[in-house]
């Protein structure tokens, strides 16, 4: 059976944390006796911690999919990744459409906060079909993210080097997704973003390539103008 074009529309929750601090003087603390030593400073208080540094592609193309496996265990079955990254390679979104765990006929997605490095609640995803509705089971749309080995792509993306190169006279990698079927295909596939400047003209152009979810095949490719 053909499998049925899935969208779907979700809300993402975002997490805010908020610190306050009160300090505490000792009555007569500023008034001294003359000739008499001053009260002796207080304690610093410890700095805090610097922040972890921000994922980022250096951390390899799967860094987002690592992320989720850790927080959702990694044989959970999901439909769609989403992983952008800025110029400079930081990751700026990591979004997952997954599973309902309470109930098997639905999805539900969660989304990275890069502010506090967490994920966020589970929000409800509303699934819409094209063609007979009654004919579409979520199952066909899921693969365990096992399967997944979007760290192969970094192989794809050495080979496709000296390509690129002979194009683009400066190109970044935008973005690492996993796509669930669609209507150019019937199974799962990794799916390569770029942006350059092409080097004849420095016009800028987008580009991208699909990959087989084993991180080694390239099925589709659409890099260079």
């Not at 080979?159 to 970044?172: D, F, H, P, R």
Request: proline share 8%; charged share 20%.
């Amino acid at each position: 059976m053909r499998k049925i074009p899935l969208f779907h529309l979700g809300l993402a929750a975002t997490l805010s944390l908020a610190l306050s601090a009160c300090g505490d003087k000792s009555p007569g603390a500023d008034a001294q006796a003359p000739g008499t030593a001053g009260a002796p400073p207080a304690t610093a208080a410890p700095e805090a911690a610097a922040p972890a540094r921000a994922p980022s592609l250096a951390d390899g193309p799967d860094v987002c999919f690592r992320a989720i496996a850790a927080h959702l265990g990694p044989d959970v079955p999901v439909s769609e990744i989403n992983s952008r990254f800025d110029a400079d390679g930081t990751m700026s979104v990591c979004t997952v459409d997954y599973q309902n765990p309470d109930d098997a006929r639905k999805l539900v997605g969660t989304r990275w906060n890069q502010h506090t490095g967490q994920f966020s609640e589970p929000h409800d995803i509303e699934i819409s079909v094209s063609g007979n509705a009654a004919d579409f089971r979520l199952d066909d749309y899921l693969v365990p993210l096992s399967q997944v080995d979007a760290a192969a792509l970094a192989g794809v993306q050495e080979s496709l080097k000296a390509q690129l190169e002979g194009v683009y006279g400066s190109y970044a990698w935008t973005g690492v997704r996993l796509s669930p079927p669609d209507a150019f295909s019937d199974v799962h596939t990794l799916r390569l973003d770029l942006e350059g400047r092409i080097a004849a003209n420095d016009i800028k152009h987008n580009g991208y390539a699909s990959v087989s979810v084993d991180g080694r095949t390239v099925v589709r490719n659409h890099l260079l103008p």
